[in-house]
Structures are given as structure tokens and as C-alpha cells.
């Protein structure tokens, strides 16, 4: 386990260092008057070449990179073009909106998948599985900005009803906020519960074949407990790998419901940022979001040593 | 006394073991019609996927002659129409009849995913397999990048992208073709890794044959099944995605009428009044995502024996 670990940490690193550079890089690629554009944008200088020195674009570009990443590790992400406060103050501000609807969204989509998969794999090539797989590919292929927009437009038309448009904190109202969160976090889910679903059944089907499931239903034990607990839990590795790879899914999900159902998170801080060009912005949150992305892949992988000892003394 | 029989008892709950009891297959007939009998009827849902893909491709390339309307030039008379003969899907807020956009924006769609798809297969056909068949440092340091790569979310990254790039049909083919290649990389390399060793490969190579051969002539020709499945797939995928990035504003820009873009703007500002705005893009997008998974699916099940019936 320790040497598994280790090894998992240390490939962790360059993963990070090529992420920070693809993110900075990102912005140096900016078609060549980008400073002219910034210059008309925003009264941030006097002429280009203050404008340069003041954003630092005057330097050689690794001494940019180093010290870039030197107010990342100390946590500065850089000053707003737009609104001149600190990025990173920002980001804290916003952060709990969406990890909020992105749990919320993550339980949604499991509480469905999750069943709905093993019973599609028990009940093989029965009608409740033919409902589920079709099921699956649909949720795969409609597009969560129009479920979302229909739940904010249909409901208004036909009953006069619409989902509270301005936000309220968890702590202030945790009901009010529920009420406000629970539909784009039931759409996220939804459009998480595809791919997880189809998985789900896929490794249940294997699992079901193996002989210590015959074992434990040879010896009697009920059908729920072989199920859920001898099986599930044995095809439950790969899901989780799915998982951890959709939680990129999860996060472009938040950025599109935030911006429909108007929650102050950082999905809709990237729309304003890009809609400004306010590079600083862009970069942090392209940067923070990827970095979240690494980090719950890594833990996805430190979690296979509890589910599988072979993991852990392999 | 009654007579025993050969075959098991039924077996029922979770210890059913479906192919087991289902007669035996009779060995694919050869030629294309025949398979494709075959398929239609083993594969229903799969049929019903590729008629989906079939009737888009069709209306895509037809556009011009189906389209009863222009999609950029509507009556300011006619604006907001319900469904009625001469506007069967009805019309915007500018008048603009709203079949002959979704017919228009199935070419915008087709556009944009095959070219996005084309790219990724490229782009992932050159790292997956240079990192498979050569292995080792090439494949730690290809492998990394990849990481790097796959670790941006979709939106965040096609929505930066699109800004640093600046809109556009081309630009936007371009993201999503970049974004769509590392995951097919990982596939290809999986199963170019898969094949390395096996007895056809170490033949070719006793044979004398250099690594540009071995590669052109062997390891490419042994990855399009799985390429063509993934392929499917991904164009369901890449119009998913397309759709979400017209829908954020980032899109293939007006007039070009894109299916996630009739759903924002001054689409969305009258869909209290007109709520068949919201209904017909939302449609055609579902519509063309279900119909290419559906094939892809029903492919993967015919072209991959290791993962029948799944």
C-alpha cells in the first residue's frame, strides 16, 4: 500500500506542474494585440507599454511562469482586470455554491444509477432492464441546458410558478436554499446517472458470473445480501474510476445550470470572466477547477486500497 | 417414471445465465445485406439509432431543397406563430420559420461533429499509437501530457478556448476536436497494447519489417473497430457539446442557425409567450445524441465479440 501510495503522489506532481503550464500558456496564446484590446477595455494604463510592465508581459516568459506560480503556492491568483479585487477572494466567496450543487448533484446522481443499474443487471434482458438501458441513453443525450431551461420556462407558463431566481445561503435558510438547489442539482444528476448506470449493470453482469457469488447463494444467504454486499461491492472499483473521470462532467454541468438558475458559483464567475476577457479570472478558475479535477482522480485511486486489498498488499 | 432431460433447470434471480438458455446463434451470414438483416434484427435498438443518424444525415446534406423557409430571413408579420400548415414547427421572434432552422441547424451539427470527430481520430491515432507501440519513456512522458490534458473540465476548457481563439464554425470544430482526443488516445493505446505481442505482430516483425510498416500496414489497420465504435460515440458527444457551447453564447456564431443557440438569446426571452420555442431544438438535439449512442452501442456489441450481450 505505502509503495502504491508513493508512487500515486509522486505521478500527481508532474501532472500538476503540466497543468499549471498548459493554464498559463493559455493565456500567453492570446492573438498579438491582445494589450491594445485590454487598453480600450479597461483604463488600466496609460499607454501599451505601462500596460505591459503593470501585468508584467514585458518580462521573459519562465521568469513570468516562476513567479506566477509563486503567488499561486501562496495562494494569490492574481487582481481582477474588471472589478480590481483579488482573484482568490473571489474564488472563496463563490466556491461553496457550486461544491454544493456539484454534491448535491453527485448523491442524485448515484441515489438513481446506483440501484437502477444492479436491478437492470439481476433482472438481465427482463423489461425492467430494457427500460433501464434506454433510460441510460436518454439521459446520455438530452442536454442539460434544456431540461433546465424548460424547468425555468414550462412551469411558469402552465402553473405560474417559477424556481426562486435570486440566492439564498445555506446557512442563512437552509430550506430556502434546498429549494432553490434542488432542481439544477437534480438535472446534474440526471445527466451523471447515464454513464454510471450503464457501468454499473456492465460490472454487475461480470460480478454475478463469479464463483463466490455462487458460493454465497449456494450457502443459503439471502439474494439482497449477496447483492449488495458480497457483489456490489466487488463491482463497484470501475464505477468508481468513472466516477472520479466525471466529476469534470459535473463541474462544465455546473457552469451551464448556474448560469440558468442564476447561482452566484464559480461556473458563472468563467462566463463573466470570458465575456470581459479578464485573464486573471480565467486563469485562476481554469486552473482551480483542474487541479480539483486531479486531486478527487487521485483520491478516486487512494480509495481502491480500501475497496480491494489486493490493491493494498499488491 | 418420468424421463430425465439433458438440459438444466432453468435457472432464475441471480443465478440466471440468460445465454445459456437462449439457442444457439447460427454463424454470421457473409455480405453486406445480410449482415445488415442481421443487425436490424438483433440490434432493434440499434436499427432504430442508425435510422435517427441516417434521416440527420440526410436532412443535413438536403438542407437547401427540404427546407420550405430561408433560416435567416423571416416576415416581421408572421412572428411568434404557433404550429399551423404553412409553419408546421411555428415561427421566432423574428418571424423566421422554425423547421427550416432545426433542417439548417442539422447541418451545423453534422458539420461540426464529423469535423471534430475526424480531428480527435487523427490527433488520438498519432499519440495513442506512437505511445503504445513504442512503450516506455516515449509512453510515461505521451501518457503525462494526456493526463494534463484530460484533467481540464469540457466546458471550461472548450469556453476558454473558444474566447483565447475567438468564435467561429472553424474554431469551434477545432476545440472540440481537441478536447475529444485524449480519451480516444487512451483507447487506441489500450488496444495497440493489446496486440503487441501477439503472433502476427512478431511474424511481421521477424519478417524484417521497420516500425513505419509495422505500423501502417499492422497495428493501424487492427485499431479502426474500435476507432469506427468510439467514433459513433463521440459524435453524439461532440453535439452534445456543441450544442451547450451555441447554447453559453460560444458557439458557431449567427447567422449560421446552431440548435443550442435557439435556445438562448432572444429565443429564450419568448418562451413564456411561445413555449414551442424551447420544445423544437431541445428535440432534434436529444434526437441526434440518442440516435448516434444507440448505434454506437449496438456497434460496439457486433464488432467487439468480448463484450456481446452486455
Known amino acids: 500500500?505505502?509503495?502504491?501510495?508513493?508512487?500515486?503522489?509522486?505521478?500527481?506532481?508532474?501532472?500538476?506542474?503540466?497543468?499549471?503550464?498548459?493554464?498559463?500558456?493559455?493565456?500567453?496564446?492570446?492573438?498579438?494585440?491582445?494589450?491594445?484590446?485590454l487598453m480600450q477595455d479597461y483604463a488600466y494604463a496609460k499607454d501599451a507599454d505601462e500596460m505591459r510592465s503593470k501585468l508584467g508581459l514585458d518580462r521573459p516568459i519562465?521568469?513570468?511562469?516562476?513567479?506566477?506560480?509563486?503567488?499561486?503556492?501562496?495562494?494569490?491568483?492574481?487582481?481582477?482586470?474588471?472589478?480590481?479585487?483579488?482573484?482568490?477572494?473571489?474564488?472563496?466567496?463563490?466556491?461553496?455554491?457550486?461544491?454544493?450543487?456539484?454534491?448535491?448533484?453527485?448523491?442524485?446522481g448515484l441515489l438513481i444509477s446506483i440501484p437502477v443499474g444492479v436491478i437492470s443487471a439481476v433482472r438481465q434482458d427482463k423489461a425492467v432492464d430494457y427500460v433501464a438501458r434506454s433510460m441510460?441513453?436518454?439521459?446520455?443525450?438530452?442536454?442539460?441546458?434544456?431540461?433546465?431551461?424548460?424547468?425555468?420556462?414550462?412551469?411558469?407558463?402552465?402553473?405560474?410558478?417559477?424556481?426562486?431566481?435570486?440566492?439564498?445561503?445555506?446557512?442563512?435558510?437552509?430550506?430556502r436554499n434546498m429549494t432553490q438547489m434542488i432542481l439544477p442539482a437534480l438535472i446534474l444528476g440526471i445527466g451523471l446517472s447515464g454513464g454510471v448506470m450503464r457501468l454499473t449493470r456492465a460490472q454487475m453482469l461480470e460480478v454475478l458470473r463469479q464463483d463466490y457469488v455462487l458460493t454465497a447463494a449456494a450457502k443459503g444467504l439471502a439474494e439482497?445480501?449477496?447483492?449488495?454486499?458480497?457483489?456490489?461491492?466487488?463491482?463497484?472499483?470501475?464505477?468508481?474510476?468513472?466516477?472520479?473521470?466525471?466529476?469534470?462532467?459535473?463541474?462544465?454541468?455546473?457552469?451551464?445550470?448556474?448560469?440558468?438558475?442564476?447561482?452566484?458559483?464559480?461556473?458563472?464567475?468563467l462566463l463573466e470572466a470570458v465575456q470581459y476577457r479578464d485573464y486573471p479570472v480565467i486563469q485562476g478558475l481554469n486552473l482551480l477547477f483542474a487541479v480539483v479535477i486531479v486531486l478527487t482522480n487521485l483520491l478516486v485511486d487512494l480509495c481502491y486500497g480500501w475497496l480491494d486489498p489486493r490493491v493494498r498488499y499488491g | 417414471m418420468a424421463r430425465a432431460t439433458l438440459a438444466p433447470p432453468s435457472r432464475t434471480g441471480i443465478l440466471a445465465r440468460p445465454e445459456l438458455e437462449a439457442p444457439l446463434r447460427r454463424p454470421a451470414p457473409r455480405g453486406g445485406l445480410l449482415w445488415l438483416g442481421r443487425f436490424v434484427r438483433r440490434k432493434p435498438l440499434g436499427a432504430i439509432g442508425g435510422t435517427i443518424v441516417i434521416v440527420l444525415l440526410f436532412v443535413a446534406a438536403l438542407a437547401p431543397l427540404l427546407a420550405p423557409y430561408e433560416y435567416d430571413v423571416g416576415a416581421g408579420i408572421d412572428r411568434l406563430q404557433g404550429p399551423t400548415i404553412s409553419h408546421p414547427f411555428g415561427t421566432d421572434a423574428n418571424g423566421r420559420d422554425m423547421?427550416?432552422?432545426?433542417?439548417?441547424?442539422?447541418?451545423?451539427?453534422?458539420?461540426?461533429?464529423?469535423?471534430?470527430?475526424?480531428?480527435?481520430?487523427?490527433?488520438?491515432?498519432?499519440?495513442?499509437?506512437?505511445?503504445?507501440?513504442?512503450?516506455?519513456?516515449?509512453?510515461?512522458?505521451?501518457?503525462?501530457?494526456?493526463?494534463?490534458?484530460?484533467?481540464?473540465?469540457a466546458v471550461v476548457l472548450l469556453v476558454s478556448l473558444v474566447a483565447v481563439i475567438g468564435p467561429g464554425l472553424w474554431s469551434v470544430t477545432f476545440a472540440l476536436g481537441v478536447l475529444l482526443a485524449p480519451g480516444t488516445s487512451r483507447v487506441i493505446r489500450g488496444s495497440v497494447i493489446g496486440m503487441r505481442n501477439?503472433?502476427?505482430?512478431?511474424?511481421?516483425?521477424?519478417?524484417?519489417?521497420?516500425?513505419?510498416?509495422?505500423?501502417?500496414?499492422?497495428?493501424?489497420?487492427?485499431v479502426f473497430a474500435p476507432?469506427?465504435?468510439?467514433?459513433?460515440?463521440?459524435?453524439?458527444?461532440?453535439?452534445?457539446?456543441?450544442?451547450?457551447?451555441?447554447?453559453?453564447?460560444?458557439?458557431?456564431?449567427?447567422?449560421?442557425?446552431?440548435?443550442?443557440?435557439?435556445?438562448?438569446?432572444?429565443?429564450?426571452?419568448?418562451?413564456?409567450?411561445?413555449?414551442?420555442?424551447?420544445?423544437?431544438?431541445?428535440?432534434?438535439?436529444?434526437?441526434?445524441?440518442?440516435g448516434f449512442n444507440m448505434l454506437g452501442d449496438a456497434l460496439r456489441d457486433e464488432l467487439d465479440p468480448r463484450l456481446r450481450g452486455r
Request: glycine share 10%; hydrophobic share 55%; aromatic share 10%.
Open chain 2, 198 to 222: 501477439l503472433p502476427y505482430m512478431e511474424a511481421a516483425r521477424c519478417l524484417g519489417a521497420g516500425h513505419a510498416r509495422m505500423i501502417v500496414r499492422h497495428v493501424i489497420p487492427n
Open chain 2, 99 to 153: 423547421l427550416s432552422r432545426i433542417i439548417w441547424g442539422a447541418r451545423v451539427s453534422i458539420t461540426v461533429g464529423f469535423g471534430a470527430v475526424g480531428m480527435s481520430v487523427l490527433l488520438a491515432m498519432a499519440v495513442g499509437v506512437l505511445s503504445a507501440y513504442f512503450g516506455g519513456w516515449a509512453d510515461l512522458l505521451l501518457q503525462r501530457i494526456v493526463d494534463v490534458w484530460i484533467s481540464f473540465p
Open chain 1, 62 to 108: 519562465a521568469v513570468q511562469y516562476v513567479e506566477w506560480m509563486g503567488g499561486v503556492l501562496r495562494g494569490d491568483l492574481g487582481t481582477s482586470l474588471r472589478s480590481k479585487t483579488h482573484v482568490s477572494d473571489e474564488l472563496f466567496k463563490r466556491m461553496p455554491v457550486t461544491a454544493e450543487l456539484g454534491v448535491l448533484g453527485l448523491i442524485v
Open chain 1, 224 to 269: 439482497w445480501s449477496t447483492v449488495w454486499r458480497h457483489a456490489l461491492k466487488n463491482a463497484f472499483i470501475p464505477v468508481l474510476t468513472l466516477l472520479g473521470l466525471q466529476v469534470a462532467i459535473l463541474v462544465s454541468g455546473t457552469v451551464v445550470l448556474e448560469s440558468i438558475f442564476v447561482l452566484p458559483g464559480m461556473g458563472r464567475y
Open chain 1, 136 to 175: 441510460a441513453i436518454a439521459f446520455l443525450s438530452i442536454p442539460g441546458f434544456w431540461l433546465g431551461t424548460l424547468v425555468v420556462t414550462l412551469p411558469s407558463v402552465w402553473w405560474q410558478w417559477t424556481p426562486p431566481l435570486r440566492y439564498t445561503q445555506l446557512i442563512d435558510d437552509p430550506l
Open chain 1, 1 to 37: 500500500m505505502h509503495r502504491y501510495l508513493a508512487r500515486r503522489l509522486v505521478l500527481v506532481v508532474p501532472t500538476l506542474i503540466g497543468l499549471s503550464m498548459v493554464v498559463f500558456a493559455l493565456v500567453r496564446l492570446l492573438p498579438g494585440d491582445a494589450v491594445t484590446m
Open chain 2, 227 to 290: 476507432v469506427i465504435v468510439l467514433a459513433t460515440v463521440q459524435l453524439g458527444t461532440a453535439i452534445l457539446a456543441e450544442s451547450t457551447l451555441s447554447f453559453l453564447g460560444y458557439g458557431v456564431p449567427p447567422p449560421f442557425p446552431a440548435w443550442g443557440a435557439m435556445l438562448s438569446g432572444t429565443g429564450r426571452a419568448f418562451m413564456l409567450q411561445s413555449p414551442w420555442l424551447s420544445i423544437w431544438p431541445g428535440l432534434a438535439i436529444s434526437a441526434a445524441v440518442f
